[in-house]
Nanobody, 113 residues
């Protein structure tokens, strides 16, 4: 059974930084592209960043140049470094394998003005 445990969220002022972590188990992590998704209040969940098995990354336009996704296959962990945070980055952040419909509990990120 796939388990995904996100951590690292919190309350931060605009312009600040946070680093999210997601530990995955129950899957061959190194063979899965991974994504970070967020759900803002009243909005649909959206993909903000993804990383392929070979390390290729892709970002939503709204976070390009500010967020960096990375992975450590030895630790079954995917990270999201978030810099220059804006209030519109507020939401619950989830990670999951891109090709699987399985979700963790998410981690709340709140950016204040």
């Amino acid at each position: 059974q796939v388990q995904l445990v996100e951590s690292g969220g919190g309350l931060v002022q605009a312009g600040g930084s946070l680093r999210l972590s997601c530990v995955a188990s129950g899957l061959f992590f190194r063979f899965n592209a991974m994504g970070w998704y967020r759900q803002a209040p009243g909005k649909q969940r959206e993909l903000v960043a993804s990383i392929g098995t070979g390390g290729t990354t892709d970002y939503a336009d709204s976070v390009k140049g500010r967020f960096t996704i990375s992975r450590d296959n030895a630790k079954n962990t995917v990270y999201l470094q978030m810099n220059s945070l804006k209030p519109e980055d507020t939401g619950v952040y989830y990670c999951k394998p891109v090709l699987r419909d399985q979700w963790g509990q998410g981690t709340q990120v709140t950016v204040s003005t």
